[in-house]
C-alpha cells in the first residue's frame, strides 16, 4: 500500500505566537487615520439605518466621506512617496 503524502512545505509557520509584529503594528499605525474615518463614516451611515435622513445627517455622512476620501489620498501619497525615495 503506497502513503499518499504532501509533496509541498506547510504554508503557515508552525512557530506562531498569535501576536503582530513590530511591521504590523507600524502598518496599523500607518493606517490609523484612515481606519478612524471609516468608523466615523460607518456610524453616520448606521444612524440613519432606521429613519429618513435628515439634512443634518446627509451632511454628516458627506463630511465623512469626505475625511475618508483624504486619509486614503494621504496614505497612498505617503505609500508612494517612500516607494520613489526607495527607487530613487
Avoid at 503506497?2 to 502598518?27: S, Y
Amino acid at each position: 500500500m503506497r502513503h499518499i503524502v504532501a509533496l509541498q512545505a506547510v504554508v503557515t509557520p508552525a512557530a506562531c505566537d498569535g501576536e503582530p509584529t513590530a511591521a504590523e503594528l507600524d502598518a496599523i499605525e500607518r493606517e490609523m487615520p484612515l481606519i478612524t474615518a471609516e468608523v466615523e463614516l460607518l456610524d453616520a451611515q448606521i444612524t440613519t439605518l432606521e429613519r429618513v435622513p435628515s439634512e443634518l445627517d446627509a451632511r454628516r455622512i458627506r463630511r465623512a466621506r469626505n475625511r475618508v476620501l483624504a486619509a486614503r489620498r494621504d496614505l497612498i501619497n505617503r505609500a508612494g512617496v517612500a516607494v520613489s525615495d526607495g527607487a530613487a
